[in-house]
């Protein structure tokens, strides 16, 4: 069997999706995107594609390490999310061929249903409360809020005392045994982020996640020291190297790579097993579509740690389409009781709907992230 053909489309409402076929009529699907950064990425992907075609699509360990290594720079936002994609596809690929799902070529599962949580509150977060209390009707036992909207490098108090409260209101909608994420989304600089962490710790957040950017991790040390609920962080880290190195702090309690930038699968079961040596815990990153939550749902299953999974079902970016609509056999995603089966299908245990995929790329997108600035006209981080 040989690799015949790499096939894109970018979809709304933000999103980028991927075939590759091979001379035997066998395919698999994946999903290499950055938000914002979708039609980059594609030409990565066909970039890549010059290592591809040709080979033999069941070697996906040695054309990981073809697309990794060879090109000499490596790394990143853009190539790491093309390779994930990448990587998706072939894992799909050679579990539909063998007529079997990813997770048991991963080794088999250890759960057969995965906790998941959903967002409530927007970018710049209002009616929590509500918002929450609406998710824990639907069954979710968690769920995800930003914390902020922006803040400067040093800003009054009133901003901390705005966020607290917004996380009150959440606490007070819900009670105690709900979990609450809260996404700092890198928006708080370390000045700040030394009031704000404290003085959540009375509302017992299930996790704060991006504390600080990425770049500002190593902060961590000084500002976060005793602090008794979690922390989460990972979404902009491409490479189990970089994830090694967070690690070696021990100031975080749980990884949160992204199955469609980190690499893919097998970059994410890299991470996974890295995390599980230090006791961290595993919640992928997946504000996406149906491909990178079906991979995520693979990755859970077979890693010990993983403990909660995010999805983007009714996320306040998915204007145009949602996860569900992609799908012929829609069930194969469906939450209950704030849990997904772990699919069952071959590959990736999900079926596209490729004329529907046809239709809605000839709309296509052109999503941007917000671009926010502070009172003085500076941009502010979103």
Request: aromatic letters at 8%; charged letters at 25%.
């Amino acid at each position: 069997m040989k690799i015949t053909r790499l096939k894109t489309w970018q979809v709304p409402p933000r999103w980028l999706f991927l075939k590759i076929e091979t001379d035997e009529g066998v395919y698999g699907w994946g999903e290499p995107v950055v938000e914002g950064r979708a039609a980059t990425v594609e030409a990565a992907v066909h970039e890549l594609a010059d290592y591809l075609v040709g080979q033999d699509p069941h070697r996906i360990e040695h054309l990981w390490n073809t697309m990794y290594r060879a090109g000499f720079y490596r790394g990143g936002p853009i190539l790491m999310s093309a390779i994930a994609g990448i990587d998706q596809a072939l894992w799909d690929l050679k579990g539909r061929d063998l007529g079997v799902p990813v997770h048991q070529l991963l080794g088999g599962r250890v759960r057969d249903r995965m906790r998941m949580y959903a967002w409530t509150g927007g970018d710049r977060p209002q009616d929590v409360g509500a918002g929450a209390r609406a998710l824990v009707d639907q069954g979710f036992t968690a769920f995800k809020m930003n914390g902020t909207p922006e803040m400067a490098i040093v800003d009054s108090h009133r901003k901390v005392d705005e966020a607290v409260a917004r996380v009150a209101e959440a606490r007070d909608a819900v009670g105690p045994d709900v979990g609450i994420g809260i996404d700092f989304h890198g928006r708080v600089h370390r000045p700040m982020a030394k009031a704000l962490l404290r003085e959540l710790e009375p509302y017992h957040p299930m996790f704060v996640e991006e504390p600080v950017a990425p770049e500002h991790l190593p902060c961590l040390v000084n500002i976060a020291g005793g602090l008794g609920y979690p922390l989460a962080t990972g979404e902009r880290l491409h490479t189990r190297f970089e994830f090694r190195d967070l690690l070696a702090q021990g100031m975080i309690d749980v990884v949160q790579p992204d199955l469609s930038h980190c690499g893919g699968i097998s970059e994410g079961m890299k991470i996974a097993s890295l995390a599980s040596c230090h006791d961290v815990a595993l919640a992928p990153h997946c504000p996406l579509g149906p491909l990178t939550l079906a991979a995520s749902l693979h990755v859970d299953a077979v890693n010990h740690n993983a403990f909660i999974q995010e999805q983007s079902m009714g996320i306040h970016y998915n204007r145009d389409n949602d996860v569900l609509d992609y799908l012929v056999d829609k069930s194969a995603l469906a939450i209950e009781d704030g849990f997904c089966a772990i699919p069952e299908g071959p590959g990736l245990g999900v079926e596209i709907d490729e004329a529907f995929v046809e239709e809605r790329a000839k709309v296509g997108h052109r999503w941007r992230n917000p671009v926010w600035t502070h009172e003085d006209g500076s941009i502010a981080e979103w």
